[in-house]
């Protein structure tokens, strides 16, 4: 054991007077304010589920790579919502009124919604789309289909922003903390084609060379990435307190955490990488080979619905 | 009410108990984030984040019996964004500088000021090591886990941070020394 030192014992005396102070009562009152505005988030989305599928996956060592044509990430955007007309503000309770936030984490009824998700890359920027019955909003910036995001044949679609990338999406941890990472290992620029060529690059996983594409008029990259199906999340870095690990594509610098592992073997993810106004988001959606055909029509006509307001 | 129940009410939305509980450690909260940061208003905002984070995130925190650790991790990430916030306007502003050695005669004071100019003068990564280890009593280790850095780098930065301090320590023993022998 080591006694601290006169000189440490006046270092601890000097910090316990310079602390001497409270909080000012304006500041749990600002908080407080704040706090009225804020909903609840979950930080990711759930972990692999067991599944007989991995197994079979197991033995498969090929990665087969799904190159969907452009044309079906491009379709054509369609406003066609009927009443729904374009974000504006306005106290009318007619269709045309502005949607509102979705909740954080609850079933939808069929309709239009709204997100705000970015509050590091994008303050303000806010996207809407319509959804079918049977969908789920996810911590303010995804939603979930009727069958879940995991394997083998779930589907989601997310918001997000991404910083950095991860050049071994499995081993993510790097200072073993356990907790949401962060920061990847390879720093990228701000353009959509730093992430897109980044993302391209990389041969942990496969992916289709980035394509131009656009989202409400906003210009950027498409491109879909397929992640190893082979079942190697017990090789992978794990939260803390978690059993099995996970796998990373990019970590956001966004201070909710909001971000998308990969959600099981062989997943299937289609990204539109896009500038909006000078602002890089993604747009993600996930599938699985046992995706259903339905199942990702209505993911893609959530995504032919998306209008954003920067 | 005991934290625990306050976190797991909180966790499941009770925004009652989360009040309570944000009201019972707001000023831990503020005083390390005002030691680390050295301005009261960043530390306020720092705070702020912080808290809001909490309770935005709070359904991510698996073991409600280390909230305090936890909540100390989000209150070191939103005392680093502050800080870099600080610097992108630091660098557009005239530094002023002042001397408040000048004029005291105790040896405290000057004990005291001696520490407040190195301190000041620490990176934020080294004020935050001390701020862990010798305010909160973190062993290196913890500081080390708290802080996301390795064990090795967190004894470097420690023992770099102390010297200074004490160094500034011996200087203003020799000074006090000086004035004594020159009365």
């Known amino acids: 054991m080591t006694l601290p030192t006169n000189a440490d014992l006046r270092i601890n005396a000097w910090l316990e007077e310079e602390a001497r102070d ?41 990665v087969v790579l799904i190159a969907l044509a452009g044309g079906f990430l491009l379709l054509p955007k369609q406003n066609g919502q009927g009443a729904i007309a374009s974000p504006s503000p306005t106290a009318s309770s007619t269709p045309t009124q502005t949607p509102s936030l979705a909740p954080d984490q609850a079933p939808l009824q069929a309709g239009r919604y709204a997100f705000a998700p970015f509050d590091t890359n994008a303050p303000g920027l806010r996207v809407e789309f319509t959804v079918p019955s049977g969908w789920s909003s996810f911590g303010g910036f995804a939603l979930i289909s009727p069958r879940g995001t995991t394997d083998p044949n779930g589907s989601g679609i997310g918001f997000l922003a991404a910083s950095t990338v991860f050049s071994d999406p499995c081993h993510w941890d790097t200072n073993g903390t356990g907790g949401n990472p962060h920061v990847g290992d ?73 971000n998308i592992y990969v959600q099981g073997p062989g997943e299937r993810r289609r990204l539109w990488i896009l500038d909006v106004e000078g602002k890089r988001i993604v747009v993600f959606n996930n599938y699985f080979p046992g995706t259903s055909a339905a199942d990702r029509s209505e993911a893609q006509a959530i995504i032919d619905s998306i209008t954003i307001s920067p | 009410m005991q934290q625990s129940e306050l976190v797991q009410r909180a966790r499941a939305g009770d925004r009652d108990a989360f009040d309570l509980l944000m009201t019972s450690v707001v000023d831990h909260l503020y005083r390390i984030a005002r030691l680390i940061l050295r301005d009261t208003d960043r530390a306020e905002d720092a705070v702020q984040e912080a808290l809001v984070r909490c309770w935005r995130d709070l359904r991510t925190l698996r073991d409600p019996d280390r909230f305090d650790a936890w909540l100390n991790r989000l209150l070191l990430r939103s005392i680093a964004d502050e800080a870099r916030r600080q610097r992108r306007f630091s660098a557009s502003v005239t530094v002023l500088t002042f001397d408040p050695s000048e004029g005291d005669d105790t040896a405290a004071v000057a004990d005291r000021d001696q520490l407040a100019r190195v301190f000041d003068r620490l990176s934020l990564e080294h004020r935050t090591i001390v701020v862990l280890h010798h305010y909160l009593g973190y062993t290196v280790e913890d500081a080390a886990a708290t802080i996301g850095i390795p064990v090795g780098t967190a004894k470097s930065r420690l023992h770099y941070a102390t010297d200074a301090l004490r160094a500034a320590l011996d200087a203003d023993a020799r000074l006090s020394s000086t004035k004594q022998a020159m009365a």
């Not at chain 1, 009152?29 to 804020?38: F, K, M, S």
């Open chain 1, 186 to 258: 390879l720093t990228i620029g701000p353009a959509v084609a730093d992430l897109a060529n980044a993302l391209a690059s990389q041969t942990e996983y496969t992916s289709t060379a980035p394509t131009d594409t656009s989202i409400d008029g906003y210009l950027g990259k498409t491109m879909e990435i397929q992640s190893p199906t082979i079942d190697i999340r017990a090789t992978c870095d794990k939260f803390t307190g978690q059993t099995d690990g996970t796998y990373w594509l990019w970590a956001t610098n966004e201070s909710c955490n909001c």
């Open chain 1, 22 to 62: 409270g909080a000012p009562p304006r500041l749990l009152d600002a908080t407080r304010a704040r706090l009225e505005r804020t909903n609840q988030r979950r930080a990711a989305w759930p972990a692999w589920r067991p599944s007989p599928m991995n197994i079979r996956l197991a033995v498969v060592t090929a």
